[in-house]
């Protein structure tokens, strides 16, 4: 008889004078210790029981560093014509998401070595979203820990930035 509350928030609506870039130049180099091809990234999905569709494969390349990742991201033929239809695009946003098993790809010295990256992990819990602008098409996606928090804690969590091509910030 109790009403359930799933969740709960504010939202503010403002206007952004300067949206933030990101140097993606610098954090290619940051993150470019290890590569990753979408091949080896949803293999290792496959391996781990998760089944993306075509519609969901928007991880182009996956560049891994110490504590850090940087992902180029691309919606998918299959759902191109989607992109005007959403603020936050669910399969550019789930390859955001995805793109967080970089992580533990970045943590490993090779691909055989998988311990960490072998059980799924499953994002409960938002405690601030900015959008400076609709979620691109083509775009990156740069995943690192929150301060504070490190690989190995019990509860991780993350700070995600999405960028379009000329690297100005679109969701936060």
């Not at 610098?26 to 029981?49: I, N, R, T």
């Amino acid at each position: 008889a109790e009403p359930i509350v799933p969740s709960q928030g504010m939202a503010e609506i403002g206007e952004v004078e300067d949206r933030p870039s990101i140097d993606l130049a610098a954090l290619q180099g940051a993150c470019g210790q290890k590569v990753f091809s979408p091949e080896q990234c949803y293999a290792l999905f496959d391996q781990m029981g998760i089944a993306y569709g075509p519609g969901h494969r928007v991880i182009e390349t996956l560049y891994a560093g110490d504590g850090q990742v940087l992902a180029k991201l691309n919606l998918p033929p299959s759902v191109a014509d989607t992109q005007a239809q959403y603020t936050l695009h669910p399969s550019i946003m789930d390859g955001a998401l995805q793109a967080g098993i970089g992580l533990a790809l970045g943590a490993q010295d090779k691909m055989t070595d998988l311990p960490a990256a072998s059980t799924p992990m499953l994002p409960f819990a938002l405690n601030e979203l900015e959008i400076f602008d609709r979620s691109p098409s083509s775009g990156w996606a740069w995943i690192r820990y929150s301060n504070g928090h490190r690989a190995g804690d019990n509860s991780q969590k993350l700070d995600i930035d999405l960028c379009d091509e000329p690297d100005r910030l679109c969701v936060r």
